[in-house]
């Protein structure tokens, strides 16, 4: 029985031979197989995961220094491209497409000894937050809410793999993060998700959603994992020109630090009509135990925030429908059969695409049009400059910035599905910092009234993500969250 095993514990149980990589990584694929239920992978991967079980393990045996991620099972998004192993962002478009080619971020984790079990669910294209947007049907939130067996969404876009480490299933899991994929997941289910600055991490090999916004990060159930996962991630890539030239710096050795003399700002803006009152109650009470443990508190202003949604919403539509524009059914993935040229073009992307896409697709086309290009694109690009100015001037006043994750814990599957702007409003404390390229954690800190979870969220300086863990691990500490959802294997 190996359930609840995080990365760190992996490591000192591997080291003192309490179990070998392979014994790990079968017990974990069979949790895999009886976590069906969840809907949260679309690919298994055995040969693969047990042959890097195998690799480590000879390692070992060969008394070799064990590597960073040795014989860790991780579980990935299906965004990121896997080299042999169909790759489908969730999507019928990319039906049939086997990349002949490993991302970096993937091609970095086996590189660090991990063992890759499955590739998970997603909405399609990482566009929506609930993973329903999938081709293969929702993936399933392990919590419940007390007294009421309805399914929930386990929050999106990287659901599957937020379940997935939420359940036990695996260690840790990778998610991309455009306004909120990786943060709000992590809220809903309960974990940790960790979105870097931009360009920390290569965005090489991973499907393309809004490239200024796409970022790779960890999903684990402590900060201490999400450290080491990080480490393995990032480093500069000369396949992406975005990706950072920036030294990798032991992001493990930064916790412990504790959050003394740290300055932490709240922002008043945070503070939105109709957000639950236990959600507001938990901010305040993660702001006094970091003052308890030994930050200063400071009230901040980010007055650009409320314009941060509708400039996400037209930026993201504008870079969406110029990447997905390359689905065109000529050279990979779906193609329906038609007489004429561009008769293919359309009929493959009506096929293709779920309601969502070609929502985006219309709406970016449509911001970036002659007569509007002005008036939305370039409008929102200003927003959005405005935004990272208002974090720069706060930064020069705090170490880092505490907000919700998410407005609400996870809702009942299939609800909001019909109204895309309230399925939007679930990012309104995400996406500022995507849309500044900052470093931003989700922690679980509280139960709400249901006894479902609710995340809290750390905004911090660019490539300071550091400061960031340090003061996420001081919350963790203090919110002592160990509550475990129904399904758990
Ligand atoms: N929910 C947001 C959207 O639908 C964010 C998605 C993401 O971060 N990939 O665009």
């Known amino acids: 029985m190996m359930r609840r095993l995080g990365v760190a514990d992996i490591r000192a149980g591997l080291a003192s031979r309490k179990f070998s990589a392979v014994e790990l990584v079968q017990d974990r694929l069979a949790a895999l197989e009886d976590a069906e239920a969840l809907n949260a992978a679309v690919t298994l991967m055995p040969e693969r995961a047990l042959e890097a079980a195998r690799v480590a393990d000879r390692r070992r045996a060969a008394g070799e220094p064990a590597l960073p991620l040795d014989g860790v099972p991780v579980a990935v998004k299906d965004l990121f491209c896997t080299e042999g192993v169909r790759t489908t962002a969730s999507s019928a478009m990319l039906e049939g497409f086997v990349p002949p080619y490993e991302s970096t971020v993937t091609a970095n984790l086996i590189a660090a000894g991990a063992a890759l079990t499955a590739k998970t669910n997603l909405d399609e294209f990482a566009m929506g937050s609930s993973t329903a947007t999938s081709y293969f049907g929702p993936a399933v939130n392990p919590w419940k809410a007390r007294g009421d067996g309805r399914p929930r969404a386990p929050g999106g876009s990287s659901g599957g793999s937020a379940a997935l480490v939420a359940a036990s299933v695996v260690p840790a899991a ?150 997905l524009a390359r689905y065109d059914g000529v050279r990979y993935g779906l193609r329906a059969s038609a007489d004429a040229i ?142 475990e959802p129904e399904f758990v294997r």
């Open 342 to 483: 561009e008769e293919q073009y359309a009929r493959t992307r009506r096929t293709g695409f779920g309601a969502e896409v070609r929502r985006r697709v219309l709406i970016g086309t449509y911001v970036l049009s002659a007569g509007y290009y002005d008036a939305y694109y370039t409008k929102a690009q200003r927003v959005r400059r405005l935004i990272a100015r208002d974090f720069e001037q706060a930064f020069g006043k705090v170490d880092a910035v505490l907000t919700p994750t998410a407005p609400t814990a996870a809702f009942p599957l299939g609800e909001k599905m019909d109204d895309p702007i309230a399925m939007y409003l679930n990012d309104v404390f995400t996406v500022p910092a995507s849309l500044a390229g900052l470093p931003a954690v989700s922690l679980p800190a509280g139960l709400d009234g249901e006894g479902l979870p609710l995340g809290l969220h750390l905004i911090g300086r660019p490539f300071d993500e550091e400061t960031v863990l340090r003061a996420a691990e001081a919350l963790e500490a203090a919110a002592g969250f160990d509550a």
């Open 174 to 323: 990778l998610g991309t993060d455009t306004g909120g994929s990786i943060r709000q997941p992590a809220a809903f289910c309960g974990v940790v998700g960790l979105k870097p600055t931009y360009g920390r991490c290569s965005r090489w090999g991973i499907v393309a959603f809004a490239s200024s916004l796409d970022q790779a990060g960890p999903i684990t159930r402590s900060v201490r994992d999400a450290a080491i996962l990080l480490a393995a991630m990032s480093g500069h890539d000369p396949r992406d020109s975005t990706s950072a030239r920036q030294p990798v710096p032991d992001f493990e050795a930064a916790l412990g630090g504790g959050v003394r003399g740290l300055r932490i700002g709240v922002p008043l803006e945070y503070r939105v009509d109709g957000m639950p009152d236990e959600l507001d109650a938990l901010w305040r009470a993660g702001a006094g135990w970091l003052k308890e443990a030994g930050a200063e508190i400071v009230d901040i202003s980010l007055p650009h925030t409320h314009y941060a949604l509708p400039a996400y919403y037209i930026v993201a539509p504008a870079e969406a429908s110029s990447n």
